[in-house]
């Protein structure tokens, strides 16, 4: 299956450092489209805090918006980088070696666009500090422990962190190449500092090795936590539509669904951009469109598990849900959109060994799963408040406002910026591990055919 | 505007019922703890004719609601008549339903607030504190009943009405929720003056704005504690029920369902 590594040790070091040591023209204008498009953000932001939220779509008993489906569709997407790193290391999948890192950035910055988004839709974002942080301990201020608001900040403050040690962890050795091949005296000694001292003696090289395998295992059971928490803030509150026991294993699945789905957008632009050709190639792609199938396949299931929840009790106010979600809102075209874009193109046409291994379709697809996995999180969230109770006289209608349009746009433009800048400044590809795996690989022969293997110890 | 922002009222009723042992006498402190306010709408009586929204917007400090607040749904009335329609053409009838803060025993907007900022008093009042609030507006979101409102701005009055503000309520800033307090600056005082005149709290001492301007008296207002209070008897009538019952949510405001005047005696006996 997999194409043996082509390259020798010196190719892939000058090849995967090159754009870390040349910067593209392009890399300039997109970087300054991008943070034009954060800077509106920025300026939307403080305009709110001045005037209040007053610009927002949100109406009487509609509470939460685009804000609130962002925050949601952000840790989704951090989802990727710990599956394909973590999981994929344990089970010791060998394509994930190109894969780890830019997995890894993504979650890094994703996870910092969906923190920003509970903070900006507050009400009183400078008093949050309360609620996330409670350090006014005299006066015996503490924040409530019963609400899922307060899980929320240590599920994904734990998350990033731990998955900032873990990329850090795997950058060592890349950091110590960088510094030997630093030209620019600055430049080596920020890379000295942030190398730790790593020489590649096979002491460093094993505490690195077990070092991250213990984080892989521990990250695991955060990984989980982390989106099943974001789930209850939905969950434990008594709102038709989502109160629903199966929300945990639906939210968590379907964020594999979709933060997979974006690291595979991601890397291919990556090795469009950055012209790793032989680094990234269709096997990867392969690869992960084939464990797309599964996760995609079991998310639809939970979602038709959280469908027959709703209805099966034949309960007023979750049918009502129900059918605001399919036939009503703003625009009732959003729910045959979602599930089309988010399953019925995508999965039937990754059965097709052709589509898998090409990159255009690749890209065209995951972006669709995640236009379809954003449409999803807005019909959880938002329809359930449109018809909260029987009350017919509070049902309303939600319309997003330009604004939240905005902030939208420039959390995309954040993640994006952040990768890039992320790959400017350090290795965008994990090269020590490419050259482990291009030392364990070798030819097998088997009769007559000869297969690539890893040999391991 | 902002210099009428005195003590919240939570901090008054905290004041009242549980600070310094020096100032409040044992009885006092017996008969702030022994109640469980309530109220109960009659259904039968209400005409709808609005009266209590109007006494709240102006007890309360809420701030107006001019024809673009109401278009855009985010008026404010701490107190709202919901109409419903029953019957066809021509022989439509108006249903009037008052809807509440119910301060419910068992309230979903309570465990929900990250701040703790809305949260039961020792005499069952859901009490929004204003100063911890932040607005995560999740306590609105899991309010079945809608009842809870957001601030979207600095609330702001024509100049001739700033003289006007009621001195004893907060006047509340922009990104924070606001909802019913059952009138709680009015149950302070009528505790004080009781205490004053060294009695007790009795029943009838204390109405909440919309009691007050209710022309049928539809709304009582009393303590569900006092077995012989008004509202005791409506909450044992058989009359009695709970808006959204099914929630589970156990509220303080006990609603009378309409008297049928169509029943026919044969149902009545059924039921009897």
Sequence with gaps: ?457 | MSSIKSATDESASRAATVAGGTTISEEERRAGFGHRWGMSVDIDLCTGCQACVVACQTENNVAINEEQRVTEKRAKSWIRIERYWEGEFPNAKARYLPVLCQHCDNAPCEPVCPAWATYHNEEGLNVQVYNRCIGTRFCANGCPYSVRHFNFWNPEWPDSLENMLNPDVTVRTKGIIEKCTFCVQRINRARRDAAQSDTVVKDGDISPACVQACPTNSLVFGDLKDPFSKVSEAANSDRAYHLLEERGTGPAVVYLKKIDPNATSSSEEHHG
């Design chain 1, 1 to 457: 299956m997999q194409e043996p590594p082509a390259y020798d040790v010196k190719t892939i070091d000058r090849r995967l450092f090159d754009f870390m040591l040349h910067t593209p023209k392009w890399f300039f204008t997109t970087s300054a489209g991008l943070l034009t498009i954060f800077g509106a953000g920025f300026v939307v932001f403080v305009t709110m805090l001045y005037f209040g939220l007053q610009f927002m779509g949100y109406s009487h008993p509609v509470y939460w918006g685009f804000l609130i489906v962002n925050f949601v569709f952000w840790i989704g997407i951090s989802h990727a980088g710990v599956f394909v790193s973590a999981v994929l290391r344990l089970t010791q999948a060998e394509f994930r070696r190109p894969v780890t890192r830019a997995a890894e950035v993504v979650t890094i910055f994703s996870l910092q666009a969906a923190v920003l988004f509970p903070l900006i839709h507050s009400g009183r974002p400078w008093r949050t500090a309360y609620w996330a942080f409670p350090y006014d301990f005299i006066r015996g201020m503490w924040p409530n422990p019963r609400s899922p608001l307060v899980w929320d900040p240590s599920a994904i403050f734990t998350y990033l962190t731990s998955t900032i040690l873990f990329v850090y962890v795997a950058l060592l050795p890349d950091l110590a190449l960088a510094r030997d091949r630093a030209e620019d005296p600055v430049r080596r000694w920020i890379f000295t500092v942030l190398a730790l001292g790593f020489r590649g003696t096979s002491r460093q090289w094993r505490i690195q090795a077990i070092a991250g395998i213990l984080l892989s295992a521990i990250i695991l059971p955060i990984f989980v936590s982390v989106h099943s928490i974001v789930s209850w803030d939905f969950a434990v509150t008594s709102v038709p539509g989502w109160h629903n026991t199966v929300f945990a294993p639906y939210f968590v699945i379907g964020a594999v669904h979709s933060g997979v789905s974006a690291v595979v957008t991601a890397m291919i632009v990556m090795k469009w951009a950055f012209k790793l050709d032989g680094y990234i190639t269709a096997d990867h792609i392969d690869a992960l469109a084939r464990v797309l199938i599964a996760v995609a396949t079991g998310w639809l299931f939970l979602l038709f598990l959280d469908f027959s929840f709703g209805l099966y009790g034949e309960e007023s106010a979750e049918v009502d849900t129900w059918m605001q979600r399919i036939y009503g809102g703003a625009w009732p075209i959003l729910a045959p959109i979602f599930i089309i874009t988010s399953y019925i193109i995508p999965v039937p046409l990754w059965l097709i060994k052709s589509v898998r291994r090409s990159f255009g379709w690749m890209f065209a697809t995951t972006i669709l799963v995640n236009i379809g996995m954003w449409l999803e999180r807005y019909m959880l969230v938002i329809p359930a408040l449109e018809r909260k109770s029987s009350l017919t006289f509070t049902y309303s209608e939600y319309i997003p406002s330009i604004s939240e349009g905005i902030l939208c746009l420039a959390s995309f433009a954040f993640v994006i910026v952040g990768v890039l800048a992320f790959c400017k400044v350090l290795p965008v590809m994990p090269a020590a591990d490419i050259r482990e795996g291009a030392l364990l690989s070798t030819e097998l022969k088997i009769g007559r055919r000869s297969v690539p293997a890893t040999l391991r110890e």
